[in-house]
């Protein structure tokens, strides 16, 4: 049976492919829909529902519930630091549902909402990748230096579970087969800046 992946290294290519995401939803939303007026809607809705099904939904509260309390036992000069992440947490899935209630008052009601929906994209985005960052600035590595073998074991196992399609693009392994449908449909629409090999730094 194979080892589980490093489950820092998981993180960080997960933390890649949403950044791509975001840099693509964010292109997007400031071009416009162009003559493919359908089509365009439909690679923003795909977007935002990766966001609010993965990230939020399996990403977060693995880093929540499994990582941040390990952190804070073996650093406790680092709880201003997780408090921030985890408020950051809460906050996140009820802006990315604004999003997607933004985007859909513009399909439907017209030019008048466009710039609503531009501006919360760009507040979101700017938040994700400033999270994103911190986490891996200034939690990872501690964890990576002071977490004991055991505790690192469960983590590997935990990240290596409902492992994020668009992290494999960044070295991560094999997708899950559940998301690789969504995955696809977001390539086929948008070209994905840096195809989700970047980090979000």
């Known amino acids: ?12 290519n997960e933390h890649a492919g949403v950044a791509a995401v ?3 939803l964010l292109l997007q939303a400031e071009q416009g829909p162009g003559e493919d007026a359908q089509r365009y809607y439909d690679a923003l809705r795909a977007m935002l529902f990766y966001i609010d099904e993965f990230p939020e939904q399996r990403h977060h509260p693995k880093e929540s519930d499994l990582l941040f309390p390990r952190i804070a036992r073996i650093a406790p000069q680092l709880m201003p630091v997780i408090r921030r992440l985890e408020s950051d947490h809460v906050q996140g899935e009820s802006r990315v549902r604004e999003l997607q209630h933004l985007l859909l008052a ?3 009601l017209g ?9 919360a994209t760009r507040d ?6 400033d999270h994103m960052r911190a986490e891996e600035v200034q939690l990872l590595p501690v964890a ?7 505790e690192r074991a469960e983590l590997d196992a935990a990240f290596s579970e409902n ?5 494999n693009g960044a070295g991560g392994g094999a997708p899950d ?4 449908r969504l995955f696809a449909r977001i390539q086929a629409m948008v070209t994905l800046p840096g195809a989700a090999a970047q980090s979000a730094g």
Not at 111 to 119: M, P, Q
Not at 144 to 150: A, F, G, S, V
């Open 106 to 108: 513009w399909e439907l």
């Open 177 to 180: 087969p559940v998301y690789e």
């Open 163 to 167: 492992r994020d399609p668009l992290a």
């Open 1 to 12: 049976m194979p080892h589980p992946a490093n489950a820092f290294q998981t993180i960080r």
């Open 22 to 24: 975001l840099r693509a």
């Open 111 to 119: 030019e008048s909402r466009r710039e609503a929906f531009v501006s």
């Open 144 to 150: 990576e230096r002071e977490l004991p073998p055991q």
């Open 124 to 129: 979101y985005v700017r938040f994700y990748l």
